[in-house]
């Protein structure tokens, strides 16, 4: 177990990203997420591996690229705003998963912005906010969050409700084996069985790095499939199953 202090990180609006100004782009047819600058978290686990497709989407809801470093706000399907940010450094990523809008907020603390949209994940404070260093726009800045420019988050403020599903697309670290894995564990290698799973045909739900009732039928599933002990539980061998050693 490990603790941080996340700072604050931004991105400038002078910066091109893929050859595009990074400026909110308006879509025929939103999204956004932050880094809890200044606030002590503990990150419970380490994680992680390559992430899978989310499957059908529907109604209002935020793709957040890593990769590209963009967020995507989605409304009743269809891509509506299409904003540059800034993401976690290596050491300190922004979390992977599918997550939910449970807080919303004016200046929630120093370097936050103007609004804070804060995330349900399990294992810190993390969400999308404004920025005091719009020059890291763009560049993996920040320790988690999702950092916009504060014209783009005032914007996306009013777009999005609470309840709005944030799903975050990118690589996931190695994952380091546990000896065993069970029902209310939490953790960023929680995320990877749940992706390992989903993509072995066994539904773990949704995920969000919390192991639970349907994780624990998936891999009930999974143990039957291969004439395995029913614990509901992931021991090494499980685990070595879905491709971890």
Known sequence: MKRWICPLLIVMGGLFF???????????????????????FVIQ?????QTGHFGNLKGDYIIVNIKQRRLV?????????????????????TPIGEWKVIHKGGKWGNGFGDRWIGLNVPWGIYGIHGTNKPWLIG?????GCIR??????????????LGTSVHIIGDLPKVVPRK??????????????????????????????????????????MQFFYGLAPTGKLSLNEQMILGFR
């Open 180 to 221: 065993e894995v069970a029902r209310n564990n939490t953790g960023r290698d929680i995320i990877a069985f749940q992706f390992a799973l989903r993509k072995a045909g066994f539904d773990p739900g949704t995920v969000d790095g919390r192991f639970g009732a349907e994780m624990e039928q998936a891999v009930l599933g």
């Open 148 to 161: 916009l420019f504060n014209s783009h988050v005032l914007e996306l403020y009013n777009l999005v409700k």
């Open 45 to 49: 686990e380490k994680g992680a591996i």
């Open 73 to 93: 706000f989605y409304h009743q399907g269809q891509p509506i705003r299409s904003y540059p940010v800034a993401i976690g450094e290596t050491k300190t990523p």
């Open 139 to 143: 560049s993996y800045a920040s320790h």
């Open 18 to 40: 893929g050859g595009v100004p990074l400026m909110a782009q308006e879509l025929p047819n939103p999204s956004i997420i932050t880094c809890e600058d200044g606030i002590e």
